[in-house]
């Protein structure tokens, strides 16, 4: 299973990388425990100030990887058990909550196509780089399924509701431009750039106020299904730990002697 995604911390980044190239990095189960338990370990991990998450190959991720699928398929058919579905519940909630539960940014570092759970999962990150030659696609109602990987949630609060409904409802490619324009990507490079260019963002907030992040992914969490009083609580509460924390010291001494603050994450 260690080639099937690829982990590395460096300098408070860690970077996981979707490695089956030859399958466009679709998501059979090995590749689905991997990427779960990879990302639970880098929430875990006090050494790790953000997370960049990317992949090899000419495709970020194509989804379910659909040969497996199929064999798994004719075994629930075959004993009535109706177990393959049960991804959803074990591998993919589990993914997106990871990623945008974890109390440190995520930038995805969208190479190629994403589609379908790839889409979600690039959708679940807090920031996309995406290559000008990469596209999205929701893919689920073109082989008669419905949405998962949290794109239900995260693609309306992106682009919109009736956006999401057309995107859903009718897949297609939507290529990098388009998708920067919808709202779906922060940024568009060159493609022979994204990895210097993914990379130079997460390190940028991995040297950031990392807790700040945090407390802005809370925020921004709860606002998203509050009401404005109950997020001005919100907000009241995350600010007065904010206004304790090291790192805003360190910030207002740094203003004040026109010198650049170093961050430590708390």
Not at 104 to 121: C, D, S, T
Not at 154 to 183: C, K
Not at 232 to 256: P, T
């Amino acid at each position: 299973m260690a080639d099937t995604v690829l982990y590395d911390v460096t300098d408070g980044l860690a970077t996981i990388t979707l490695n089956r190239p030859d399958a466009m990095n679709a998501l059979n189960i090995e590749a689905k425990v991997l990427l779960r338990d990879t990302l639970k370990e880098a929430a875990a991990d006090p050494a790790v100030r953000a997370v960049l998450l990317t992949a090899t190959g000419r495709a970020f991720c194509v989804g379910q990887d659909l040969k497996e699928h199929i064999g798994l398929l004719a075994e629930d058919r075959a004993t009535g058990s109706g177990n393959t579905m049960n991804t959803v519940r074990e591998h993919y909630n589990p993914i997106v909550t990871a990623l945008t539960e974890m109390p440190k940014p995520v930038v995805a570092g969208v190479n190629g196509v994403a589609a379908g759970a790839g889409a979600g999962f690039a959708m679940a990150a807090d920031y996309r780089v995406v290559a000008d030659s990469a596209s999205f696609n929701t893919s689920f109602a073109g082989v008669a399924l419905t949405a998962d990987s949290g794109m239900s949630w995260t693609l309306p609060r992106l682009i919109g509701q009736s956006r999401a409904a057309d995107l859903l409802l009718f897949p297609r490619n939507v290529s990098a431009q388009e998708a920067y324009d919808l709202g779906i990507a922060n940024k568009v490079v060159p493609a022979e750039e994204l990895a210097d260019q993914a990379a130079a963002v997460a390190r940028r907030l991995a040297q950031g106020p990392t807790a700040a992040y945090a407390a802005i992914k809370e925020s921004l969490a709860y606002g998203a299904g509050h009401s404005l009083v109950e997020t001005l609580g919100k907000e009241d509460e995350l600010q007065g730990r904010a206004g304790a924390s090291e790192d805003h010291r360190i910030a207002v001494e740094a203003f004040v002697k026109k010198e650049k603050p170093v961050f430590l994450g708390r």
